[in-house]
C-alpha cells in the first residue's frame, strides 16, 4: 500500500523516512517532489561495455541550464537525500517532465529497504531538452512491505548495503565489479 | 504491499512463487535478481505494424557478447521460469544496467497473477552496449494483490525463450 502525503510527513518527523531537505511545501498527496542537484556524468565509451569501469565526463549544471540531446545518457542525482528501513520507495519522474519526453529513471524506479542516499537518475530525452540546478524533476513514492515471519525478529530483517548505499552524488554503474567477482569465482 | 527478499523465500519454499532455477543469492531486500537468457528476437522490418505478424531473425548471444545498437528494439527472455497464483510480479530494472543506459522493458512492466514462464524482454539501448548471456540484467518484485484472484490464461502463458508481439491476435 502506497503513503498518503499526510503518513508520509509522520513518518519523516518520527524519522522512519530520511528527506533531507525536507520541506512540506514539496508534497503531493501520495508523493515527494525532489529536486535535480547541479552535477552530470556523461558515458564516453563507444559502445558501452560492462565488463569495464565506464569512462566519464563530469559537468557542472549551470544556473543558464544545460542542454540535453537524444541518444545520450546523462547521470544526475537528487538534491535530496532519500531513504527508509521501513518502507520501499519508488522514484518516478512528474508528469510535467514526462510531457516534454524527459525520463528520469531506466526502469529502475525500485528503492528497496534500507536505502538512504542521493538518487542517481538516469536521464534520457525523445528532443533537445534544457534542465536547470534545483528544479523539482520528479516525485518519490513510499509503499509498505509484507514480511516473512521470522523478520519480526530484528536481525532477521535484510536491508540495502550494495554498491550505491552511501552515493552523496551520481555514481556510475558498478557492474564490472560483478563480472570481476563471477569470473574470479569460476577460476 | 511489496514482499521483502526473506517473504519471497518463504513463499517459494512453500511453491506459491515460482522461481526455476532458485538460488537464494539473487536476493534483494525487495526482489530476486534474474538473468539474461542466451537467446535475442529482431523483427526483420524497420516499420512495424500491430495488424500483422512481424517477421523475426533469431540471434545467439554468444559469451564474448553481443552490442546492441539505439536505432533497434531488441527481445530477450529471463532465463528463470517466474509466475505466481498468489502475488502479482513486477518487472523492475537493476541500478547497475540502468547507469548504463539500457531499458528492459518498455511500459508493461506487470507479470499477471497465474502467468508462469520465461518472460519476454523488451531491450532498448540509448547508446551503443554488449550485453552478455546469464549477466544478472533485471529483478522481479513481488505484490500482494487485494481481492478474488481470476487468474492469467492469455497467449503468453508457459512462454519459453523470446515472445514477439502477438496484437495482431486481438485486432
Redesign the interface.
Known amino acids: 500500500m502506497i503513503l498518503t502525503a499526510h503518513k508520509i510527513s509522520e513518518e519523516v518527523l518520527s524519522q522512519k523516512i530520511t528527506i533531507e531537505p525536507y520541506s512540506s511545501s514539496q508534497l503531493n498527496p501520495n508523493s515527494y517532489n525532489y529536486r535535480l542537484g547541479d552535477s552530470l556524468i556523461e558515458l564516453l565509451d563507444e559502445p558501452i561495455d560492462p565488463h569495464n569501469a565506464p569512462e566519464v565526463v563530469y559537468h557542472k549544471i549551470p544556473e543558464e541550464g544545460f542542454l540535453l540531446h537524444p541518444q545520450r545518457l546523462y547521470l544526475a542525482h537528487t538534491l535530496e537525500k532519500l531513504g527508509s528501513r521501513d518502507y520501499v520507495m519508488s522514484l518516478i519522474g512528474r508528469s510535467s517532465m514526462g510531457r516534454l519526453g524527459l525520463w528520469l529513471q531506466v526502469n529502475a524506479d525500485l528503492g528497496h529497504a534500507g536505502t538512504e542516499h542521493h538518487w542517481t537518475l538516469e536521464l534520457c530525452v525523445v528532443q533537445p531538452l534544457w534542465i536547470y540546478p534545483r528544479m523539482i524533476v520528479g516525485q518519490v513514492s513510499f509503499w509498505e512491505m509484507a514480511r516473512a515471519s521470522k523478520e519480526a525478529d530484528q536481525s532477521k530483517r535484510m536491508f540495502y548495503q550494495g554498491k550505491y548505499a552511501e552515493d552523496i552524488r551520481a555514481e556510475p554503474s558498478h557492474i564490472h565489479v560483478e563480472f570481476a567477482k563471477y569470473e574470479s569465482e569460476q577460476r | ?7 519471497i ?2 513463499q517459494v519454499k512453500t511453491k506459491r512463487i515460482i522461481i526455476e532455477p532458485y538460488d537464494p543469492s539473487n ?5 530476486y535478481n534474474f538473468a539474461l537468457g542466451d537467446k535475442l528476437l529482431v523483427y526483420q522490418n524497420k516499420v512495424l505494424d500491430p495488424h500483422q505478424d512481424n517477421p523475426t531473425e533469431e540471434r545467439i548471444i554468444p559469451e564474448e ?1 553481443l ?2 545498437k ?1 536505432s533497434r528494439l531488441y527481445l530477450a527472455y529471463i532465463e528463470e521460469r517466474i509466475g505466481s497464483a498468489h502475488y502479482v510480479p513486477i ?15 518498455i511500459t508493461a ?1 506487470l507479470v499477471d497473477q497465474g502467468a508462469v514462464g520465461q518472460w519476454t524482454l523488451m531491450m532498448h ?8 548471456p546469464h ?2 540484467i ?2 522481479m ?1 513481488f505484490w ?1 494483490p487485494t481481492g478474488e484472484p481470476d487468474l492469467y490464461h492469455g497467449k503468453y502463458q508457459h512462454a519459453e525463450g523470446p515472445r514477439p508481439s502477438e496484437s495482431f491476435q486481438d485486432l
Do not use: H
Not at chain 2, 504491499?1 to 517473504?7: A, H, K, N
Not at chain 2, 518487472?91 to 522493458?105: E, Q, V
Open positions: 504491499m511489496i514482499l521483502t527478499g526473506p517473504e523465500d518463504a536476493l534483494n531486500p525487495n526482489s557478447g552490442k546492441l539505439p518487472i523492475k530494472g537493476r541500478s547497475s544496467i540502468g547507469r548504463l543506459g539500457l531499458f528492459i522493458t512492466d539501448c540509448v547508446q551503443p552496449i554488449i550485453i552478455y549477466m544478472r533485471g529483478q518484485t500482494k
